[in-house]
Each structure stands twice: as C-alpha cells, then as structure tokens.
C-alpha cells in the first residue's frame, strides 16, 4: 500500500511527508512479542504549519478541544490496537483522515429564537396544574 498520500476527501489530500510516524512497542499484553517489536505507531501532524491546509479548517482543527492537540497546534495519534506495524499505521491515518474530515464542512450559526407566545402559555399552565395536584396534598385532607 503506497503511503505517499493521505486522501482525506476529493478536494484534501496531504503529502506523505507531512506526517511524522515513529514505531514504538505497544503498552498491555501480547506475551514476548509485545517486549521485542515496535508495532504500535506514534503520528504527528503539524496542523499549524501544513501548508495542504486551508486557513479557515486549519482554523477549526485548532480550535477542537482535544487531548491530541498539543499547545503547539500538532496532533499526536497513538495506534495500538492492532498485532502489526502496518494495521497500526494504517489505523493512525484513518483516525487522522476522520479528525480533519469532521472539521470539512462549515457548522451553521446558530439562530436564536423566543419561545412562542402559546408554548410560554402552555408552560405556566402546566406549572398551575402540577401546583394544584401538590396543593391536594396538603396535611389533614383524608381525615
């Protein structure tokens, strides 16, 4: 499989060499082999200074409160999940294509809105009718 590209969408894709993998051994169980070989993958992504970025999504990626991003705006994804260095790595640039992907499309403002005159109406009488029903509850009304 050619990792010269990452293909986030028709319109994004980021050059291979933007993206920073170091091969580290994975944490938890696996008996010997988890001691011996550096499957799990460590990706950063330099979401600050890609320039395969457009500025208004670099904008929005820095702006995600996530563990991942360090202050210095690059984004660390550990994989970890699978027995081999090429699942791991593919897994990284899935979970890393998926991040930016979600940060494509523009959110749309929010508009704010009044309650309607009749939903206001219908509130406070449900208040006055539960109020009723708590009122009936009062001390001494079955003796």
Do not use: C
Not at 125 to 138: F, P, S
């Amino acid at each position: 499989m050619g990792y010269d590209w990452l293909h986030i969408s028709t319109s994004l894709r980021i050059p291979g060499d933007e993206l920073v993998e170091r091969f580290v051994r994975a944490s938890g169980a696996g008996g010997q082999n988890v001691n011996k070989v550096a499957t799990a993958v460590e990706l950063r992504f330099d979401i600050a200074n890609s320039p395969s970025l457009s500025e208004p999504l670099r904008q929005r990626l820095l702006s995600r409160r996530d563990r991942r991003l360090t202050d210095a705006g690059v984004l660390v994804i550990d994989a970890q999940r699978h027995r081999t260095q090429d699942r791991n790595r593919d897994d990284a640039r899935e979970r890393l294509a998926e991040f930016i992907a979600a940060s494509l499309s523009v959110p749309k403002p929010r508009v704010a809105t009044k309650p309607s005159r009749g939903s206001q109406q219908r509130r406070l009488q449900a208040k006055r009718e539960r109020a009723d029903i708590k009122r009936g509850r009062g001390r001494g009304t079955w003796e």
